[in-house]
């Protein structure tokens, strides 16, 4: 029973100092730039022999399950208890069973053993898994190794021999390092801790800000893309305006300048109005061929539409060859265009649909139609629509080029038309969470719809973007830590020695 509640009180120390140790981890949360766990893990290996291991196997399983997955937990957890019986094993063989620390060569391979040597160990084993599980990327290795060593190493400088006055044998020697050693130690951790901290912040701050720059240029390029959509779908609307015979030859060549000045439209069309009176007559053609209205039945196949009393079919399309199957489709009896033509008429501005799933010759993928009335003289009754045609994975493709020059992943999300929300854009891959200073959130209204416009920062730009700066100044209070330890350890040898 004695045992266990050693074991149990180990895993519990380990696991409340690595909570707040991950406090000051890099991303994505393991690698620490002090980690206090390793200090006490090798303290209470050595002080309770090798047969405590499962306390430390635990405490860091515990603290690791918080922030990845069971095996990357466990695999972690197994380099932090090899590490610890490792430097304990070290250190007894190359010091001796006994702890007083009296000597200065014992002092040097404690400090040596048990830090820098040994804690080679879990910072290998925990980089390695994380990028064979695909949470680091294999440029973000060597910075999550050295932080994660270094963390370990100033945890075992300062906080090993912390432990060892607090619990070691023989009582009377570390008694009397208590307030010596302790004091300038914690000391030593408090200002080494002010300093990284303080570091860090300002290169956030620096870093945030030139990701604020970048993500607004996205904004911009979006709002452009928006912008001359809408302002192609307008031209059309003047053409037809000013035309005297507005018929399929003329909207051929309208359309044709349309795509060319704005490639990112898969299709346009021109949607009237048609009354069931007006029926007959339009679908004879006014010589065209002739073609019937028609809507999709349960089972998305093309049959004659129903009788109701107005209609808004597809009269011209272009490009025409592969559209062709849609000519005659009468929009308005699909809910999703209905809700989009009605928010267009009652605006007078260009809505587009909900996302939905393009079906045109064979090609199966996610797009939206976003309709711009078309109006008589000042009649305020729109006479038709015309449509834009949008595949939404071309249309944003320009994103793709944002992500691999600056490491901008892009999420758009609009209205669902349920009250809640659906993704227009995502990225092609799952990216890791960015950090909370590096990522930038914009709301904006287009094509009558609102967007939250989503940019956070992809492992490529965190890589790129992370400075050696705040790490050189661990690497400063590393070696530090370890000299000023091995100077109060062999400073206090002395007066106990002479004290006895």
Known sequence: ??????????????????????????????????????????????????????????????????????????????????????????????????????????????????????????????????????????????????????????????????????????REVWRRRGLPVALPLGIMLVVTTAIFVSTRRWERLQVAGRFSLLAQAVDTAIADKIRTSTEVLRSLENSRAVSPRFDRQAFRSFAEQALQRCPDLRAVSWNPRVTDAERDAFERGDGDEPFRITERDPKERL????????????????????????????????????????????????????????????????????????????????????????????????????????????????????GGEEQLLWPASPARKAPAEIQHETLRTYWGAPWRIQCGATPEFVAATQSWRAWGVLAGGLAAAGLLGAFLLAATARSVTLGR
């Open 1 to 170: 029973m004695r045992r266990l509640g050693e074991i149990l009180g180990l895993a519990a120390a380990y696991f409340g100092t690595g909570k707040l140790a991950l406090l000051l981890a890099i991303p994505p949360g393991f690698a620490a730039a002090i980690w206090p766990p390793s200090g006490i893990a090798l303290a209470a290996l050595l002080l309770l022999g090798s047969r405590a291991w499962p306390g430390v196997f635990l405490g860091s399983l515990l603290v690791n399950l918080s922030t990845t997955s069971p095996p990357v937990a466990a695999a972690i957890a197994v380099g932090a208890t090899v590490q610890a019986s490792l430097g304990a094993f070290l250190i007894r063989k190359f010091v001796g069973p006994s702890l007083e620390l009296l000597r200065g060569r014992d002092i040097s391979k404690f400090l040596l053993l048990g830090g820098p040597a040994s804690c080679i160990v879990s910072p290998t084993v925990g980089a390695a898994m994380l990028y064979f599980r695909h949470v680091v990327q294999i440029r973000e290795v060597p910075f999550t190794w050295f932080t994660w060593w270094v963390g370990d190493v100033i945890g075992v400088a300062v906080v090993a021999p912390l432990v060892l006055i607090a619990f070691g044998t023989p």
């Open 303 to 418: 049959v004659p539409a129903p009788r109701r009393s107005e209609y808004v079919p597809v009269r011209y399309i272009e490009p025409y060859p592969e559209n062709a199957s849609v000519v005659g489709f009468d929009v308005s009896s699909s809910i999703i265009r209905f809700e989009a033509m009605k928010r267009a008429r009652d605006t007078g501005a260009a809505a587009a649909t909900r996302r939905f799933q393009l079906i045109q010759d064979g090609d199966e993928t996610f797009g939206v139609l976003v309709f711009l009335p078309s109006c008589a003289g000042d009649a305020a009754t729109p006479i038709g629509y015309f449509v834009g045609v949008v595949r939404l994975d071309r249309f944003f493709a320009f994103l793709d080029e944002h992500r691999k020059a600056q490491g901008i992943d892009v999420r758009i999300h609009t209205a669902s038309g349920q």
